[in-house]
């Protein structure tokens, strides 16, 4: 079992940044790909960001390429997701996921969800 623990959300202008932090207890973190996904009002999940487990390669959806960056600290088993030049269509619940093996878009092949921490950007 993975308990994901998300933090960092909050109320931010346009223009601004977060970096939201997922804690992560359980197994051996490093063998786990993360991913972050968001959920806005009315409308389905959808994927963020992603890294795999020990070498670290990512990839974004294109709507926060250039903006966001997903980083993980294996040694403290925590996950970020950097976020800069928030645009209020970023205001979502942000959720992180893990699931053993390698990282996908695919909400449906994480194991293991956080809570989520609420982003609103206001214009």
């Known amino acids: 079992q993975v308990q994901l623990v998300e933090s960092g959300g909050g109320l931010v202008q346009a223009g601004g940044s977060l970096r939201l932090s997922c804690a992560a207890f359980?197994?051996?973190?490093?063998?786990?790909?993360m991913g972050w996904f968001r959920q806005a009002p009315g409308k389905d999940r959808e994927f963020v960001a992603a890294?795999?487990?020990?070498?670290?390669?990512?990839f974004y959806a294109d709507v926060v390429k250039g903006r966001f960056t997903i980083s993980r600290d294996n040694a403290n088993n925590t996950v970020y997701l950097q976020m800069n030049s928030l645009k209020p269509e970023d205001t979502a619940v942000y959720y992180c996921?893990?699931?053993?093996?390698?990282?996908?878009?695919?909400?449906?092949?994480?194991?293991?969800w956080g809570q989520g921490t609420q982003v609103t950007v206001s214009s």
């Open positions: 890294i795999r487990g020990s070498d670290i390669i990512t």
């Open positions: 359980g197994r051996t973190f490093s063998s786990y790909a």
């Open positions: 996921a893990a699931r053993p093996g390698t990282a996908t878009a695919v909400a449906t092949a994480y194991d293991y």
